[in-house]
């Protein structure tokens, strides 16, 4: 079990321009920190290619201009197209496309919601039947197989939790105890009790103590969208890529965006082609290549990387790359209680509950999900959005409002599945081009009715909760179709055959053999809303074979 | 960028809730008394310098802001200095934005020609004339516009010019601090046992 402090490894090597490494991996966020730290320390040499910046965490500052309104550490919202269907035209800015540019990726940002799936997740096609016009299907592998690789995320990363009634089962316990509940945990556990549910402590990639040389959690606020100053958010810039980078066999390369893999006449990829700061071209040669660049921008540069031998895009036989894109549903229901609950303060979610988290045929639809206790109170997005839709939203009463609603509010939300449709997908735009001349994201998404049905279900039960723990009003974000997306899944789904899928179960390209991916994409299923866990252990698991492989000449 | 897509909630009517005083965020000791220090520093002799705006566009922000988060007994935009920041804002990272800003100001000010004409610019009109204006204007792209820059002038950080003192922050009851320790609520320093 990798458990071994993390030594400051910088400055870490840098290889000569044109040197062949053994791997190149695309992307340094959730999955790219682990895969390159896990080659590194086998013994290969490996250069991450990232797109954005190295920030360290100390620069990370509570600046919600900076992170909202000007995109800094962002993908460019200019940068992508958006339409509901193929019939429709692709027009910029009509979804937002929510990931970030830089060293850790959106492992920095992420609220660090850290759920396991669970058995159910991998074998729901089998379990529950065809779903009629989607492509919801098994996994090749189990919650048994990958069960190894949550335990040592978690243990390696440090993720502070407690098993509840529906958890599936575990090697080992969580490495830390739960952070302390807030006033919305209270509340949420309540008024879930009150109605004969089972609450239990978030898991949350955030340190309740100090863990691995790094700070515990000093309950600053502002973890979702933010980077963590303290370095208690369990992100890869925290955690593995220092230990990659202690190797002396891992170069972390920021600035570097990677516009093509290239290929040779045998069909085998011999590294990638990118742009630094100063759109500069550079080719790094590898023997291998890793794409870790999350489930649209992986697919993106497939879809870019054509050949004479790959002219629909690189791994791309099957004609599924792109495919299957999943979001995760999201519903939001708030209320507001007599006293200050005062949820500026601390992690995001401190109570959770899984009760619905299978599909119910007695519900009428597919889907299932689960619910948390949030805060959304950054102060001008709270001004901007977070009062009542029927309050009045500037002048004297707006102004009385805001004093009497921002510390006494809190959120419960729904996180649901997404079934994976092939008519959602990542393709290129064939006219708008990003800030580097290279074909915009071009996003066709449209939520499936029973997602929908879903968000509506646990959104109902999002205001029976906070009727039962006392709020004195409660009110609800409308359930539509897609406006935001910061999960993105599914669009090099795994799978046995070479026909319907992209990568194999050890996330090696079926088309190329020495290609291999392990991000969102790699997800069959959707799971209930919070990726990351499953990602990162994909990534441990990947990571070993891998380099089984190599070892064996066999890449 | 000043837009309001962030801005999840149409403009409907008032909520009726009645709310005990009690319930109030911020010491009002401790507000009024800072409204008294903004009032003295508004009164200081050297009037101030604008980036981008003119002495009467500043002035017309500034109403128009005033509207937006009233002062009453309690410091609003205006002590927090929104105008500052909107200036600051269009001279420097919303450059994009000035055009249209400065095509919905003057739309505005010909707004208040026609309905009131001969009185001059919408700062110079009676208070209830400003708020009859504006609440015609609500659904406006440039109202929307004025709405985002003057809530994003209030509660953001002091140091793009606006929120002076931190007087939006003080004002709903929101500190940055970076380290706090349990308990953090009401709710939880009762579960705790530690509170009430």
Known sequence: ????????????????????????????????????????????????????????????????????????????????????????????????????????????????????????????????????????????????????????????????????????????????????????????????????????????????????GRRACQHCGYCLAFGCEFGAKSSTLVTVIPLAEATGRCEIRADSYVRKIEVDDRGRVTGATYLDADKREHFQPARAV???????????????????????????????????????????????????????????????????????????????????????????????????????????????????????????????????????????????KDAWGLPALRVTYRDHPDDLAMMRFLQDKAVEILEAAGARQTWRQPVQEATLAAHLLGTCRMGNDPRTSVVDQYHRTHDVRNLFICDGSSLVTGGRGQPTCTIQALAYRAGEHIAALARRGEI | MFDDALSRRAFLTVSGAAVASAWLAADPDELRASLAHAARAREAPCAPAWEFFTAEQAADVEAIAAQIVPTDDTPGAREARVVSFVDHSLATWAVPQREPFIQGLDGLNGDVEKRWPGTGRFASLPPERQLELLRAQEQTPFFRQMRFATLVGMFSLPSYGGNAGKLGWRLIGFEDRYVWQPPFGDYDAEAAGRGH
Not at chain 1, 60 to 86: C, V, W
Not at chain 1, 111 to 119: K, M, Q, V
Not at chain 1, 398 to 421: C, I
Request: proline share 8%; net charge neutral; hydrophobic share 40%.
């Open chain 1, 290 to 432: 890793v794409l870790c660049c999350n489930g649209a921008e992986t697919p993106r540069l497939l879809l870019m990387s054509t050949s004479s031998l790959f002219p629909n895009g690189l791994a791309n036989s099957s004609g599924v790359v792109g495919k299957y894109l999943m979001f995760n549903g999201l519903s939001s229901a708030s209320g507001v209680f007599e006293r200050p609950l005062n949820e500026f303060k601390s992690v995001m979610a401190t109570r959770v509950l899984y009760d619905f988290y299978d599909s119910d045929p007695r519900r009428g639809f597919y889907g299932g999900g689960a619910l948390d206790a949030r805060a959304f109170v950054y102060p001008t997005l709270f001004a901007l959005g977070g009062l009542p839709h029927d309050a009045p939203s500037w002048g004297a009463e707006y102004k009385r409002m805001l004093r009497e609603y921002y510390t006494r509010t809190m959120n419960v939300d729904g996180h649901s599945t997404s079934l994976p449709l092939e008519t959602n997908s990542i393709s290129l735009d064939p006219e708008v």
């Open chain 1, 1 to 212: 079990m990798g458990t071994e402090a993390v030594r400051p490894g910088r400055p870490a090597i840098r290889f000569r321009p044109g040197a062949t490494v053994d791997f190149v991996v695309v992307g340094s966020g959730a999955a790219g920190g682990i895969m390159a730290k896990e080659l590194a320390t086998a013994g290969f040499t490996v250069v991450v290619l990232e797109q954005g910046p190295r920030v360290e965490a100390e620069q990370f500052e509570h600046d919600e201009i900076k992170t909202f309104f000007q995109s800094a550490l962002q993908n460019n919202p200019a940068g992508f197209t958006f339409r509901r269907t193929e019939a429709d035209a692709a027009r910029p800015g009509r979804i937002q496309l929510l990931y970030h540019r830089l060293v850790g990726g959106g492992s920095v940002m992420f609220t660090a919601n850290y759920w396991r799936f669970r058995e159910i997740d991998f074998a729901e096609r089998s379990r529950l039947g065809e779903v009629a016009g989607t492509g919801l299907a098994d996994w090749p592998i189990t919650y048994r197989d990958l069960e190894p690789y949550y335990t040592r995320a978690e243990w390696e990363l440090g993720v502070s939790g407690v098993p509840g009634l529906f958890d599936p089962p575990r090697s080992r316990r969580y490495p830390l105890p739960p952070l302390p509940v807030k006033s919305s945990g209270v509340l949420f556990e309540r008024g879930a009790r009150a109605l004969g549910l089972h609450p239990q402590p978030s898991p949350l990639a955030i340190l309740s103590r100090p863990y691995h």
